[in-house]
Each structure stands twice: as C-alpha cells, then as structure tokens.
DNA sequence: TTACGTGCAAATAATTTGCAGTCCC
DNA sequence: GGGACTGCAAATTATTTGCACGTAA
C-alpha cells in the first residue's frame, strides 16, 4: 500500500502543483502533459520513471505493477504507454519484431540490442557519430536516425 | 552430392546446374542453399530476386505470387521466407514493429524508413560511415549494426 | 518409395477496441 | 454531474503449428 500518509482532503489523491509525499513529481508531470493524474497512470509513471532510463514492454510493466501491488489491466497498460508516448513522455523503439519496447529516455540516443536475453540497452551518449548520411529521397526530410548495435555473448 | 548427373527427363521439373528453361538460375541458387526446387520455392524465388533488390513483407509476397498465377499458401511463403533467411539469401529487417520485411540484398547496408508509405528502402552503400562506435557490454561481440533513417514527406 | 514440402485450418502472441461501470475535477 | 479513464472481453493482425496429402529425388 501506500507508506505515506498525506491526507487528500479533497476528494482527489493529489493535489496538483505541490509535490505531495508519495507522488513525487509524478503528479505534476502528468498534468503538464495533459493527463489526469489518476492511480493507474501514477503507478505506471512511478514504475517507469523511478529508476532510471529503462526499456520496458506491455508485457512486463504488466506484470510489474502487478508485483508492485498495483493491479492494472493490460489495456490500460496499453493505452497508458502509448499516451505517454504521445505525450513526449516515453519513446517506442522497435527492434524486435514481435514486441515494442518504450523507453523512458526520450533524448537523441542509441541502443545495444542483446540478442540472448533481448534486452534493451543504452548506448553512450557521446559515443556514436554518423557522418556522410546521404541525403533522403527527394521531397523527404529525416525524421530520425535509429542505430541499433546487436551484439551477442562472445563465444 | 551430385553435381553433374544433369540428366533432363529424369522425373524432376527442374534439372541441376544447367538452366533449364524456366528456371534460369533460380535453381541452382535453391539447391546450393540446401532447399529443394520445387514449384512454390521457385516461383517465390523468381518474384523475390527477378527484379532488383527489395523489402517485402510476407502478405505482399503473397499478394504478388497469387497474381502471378502461382498462388502459394500463405504459411508456405512464411516458410520459405524463413528457410530462405535462413539459407542467407535474404535478410529480415524489423522496422516497423508490425510487420516483418525481408530484404533481398543481404549484403552490409543501411535503410530508409518512409514513414507515411511504411516503404523500406536501401540506402546508398557508400553514404554512411559510423564512427566512435562505443565498445559493447563486456564479454558481448558485435553480430550487427542496423541503421534506419526515419524520412516522411518534407511539408 | 520415402522423406521433404505444401495447404488448410486451428492455435498463438501482441495489441486494439467496444462498451459499461468508475473516478477525477 | 459529466466527461475522462478503466477493465474486461471480444476483435484484429501477424505469424506459427499440426497434420493429412502431394511431390521431388
């Protein structure tokens, strides 16, 4: 359950601008991007953004909140990455076919993809430079640079 | 294996080495890469590598080949992609994290995304060049470094 | 002949959607 | 209170698999 004890008052569980015990600035971040603070969304946010860039799929955000003693139906865990995504909050990377990953580090990177264990990885930010990018197809602008770098246990 | 008993009328549509009618050297490329030539692996093989490099997915393959008039199963060409893949004369590209593409140039190059057509195409091979590569996670070896440029209609 | 291939339909897997009930503002 | 949000289950989409039959060697 919840370890603080903020007293709501209100009605609401948070309360807006004020960083309340519990939400961090969970709460104020999704009011800036336009969604309701509401308990699902807060839980995933927490999840997400607690600790540091991650690379998550449905699947195991899933399965993490409900670990995390917060139940959320995997549609709403559906909906909520691809809000969030819409958002600016997260960034959708597909590097496996079958499954997309969000990240939550939206600036300009790159990724190590493990094939063994399929995990996500990121790379250095000031590692990676690209040079001699050919021009796009005429009438076409870039939208974006993905480099993925897949590498294996080394035999 | 046999490589000279090319002896046409022995029962097989297909004969060896030489290039039958037909086949062209479509036949010779399906037994050299292990796989039988039969009338579906050819056919697809024909609409795969008759025409230049390109990026196809399973459906549209299967679209082709049923106009064509060598109408295929669709499991069939998910097979036969696979085991083509497999026998490296084509190479699976995961862009998109819907469909998969198959390229048939399986040499080491880079990619354009269109984004409003979701068309996959080559880029230049001698356009790109990557540098400061960060080494990877310990104990990991590079197996590949995919590049895909986002492009969409310049407004 | 005989093992490898193929077609079909059912089975999966990941994701989306429709809708009734719930909750934030 | 009202519209935004959720959950559930059914619907989709892409792909795989089991199995009887067909076909190359």
Known sequence: ????????GSGGFCHA??????????C?????A????????MALADLLFGKGDRHISAELL????SQAGA????????NTLHQFTRA?????????SSKTYFDTNTGDHHHFYLEDTEEVVDMPEN???IANLPSPPEGMEIASVDVVVRVRRAR
């Open 127 to 129: 590692g990676i430079s």
């Open 88 to 96: 600016g909050l997260l960034k959708a990377i597909s590097i496996d």
């Open 1 to 8: 359950m919840k370890q603080n004890d903020t007293t709501p």
């Open 62 to 65: 899933f399965d993490e909140a």
């Open 28 to 32: 104020k971040m999704l009011r800036d």
């Open 17 to 26: 601008e004020q960083a309340c015990p519990g939400c961090g600035n969970t």
């Open 71 to 78: 139940p959320v139906s995997l549609a709403t865990i559906y």
């Open 34 to 41: 336009g969604l309701r603070p509401t308990r699902q969304r």
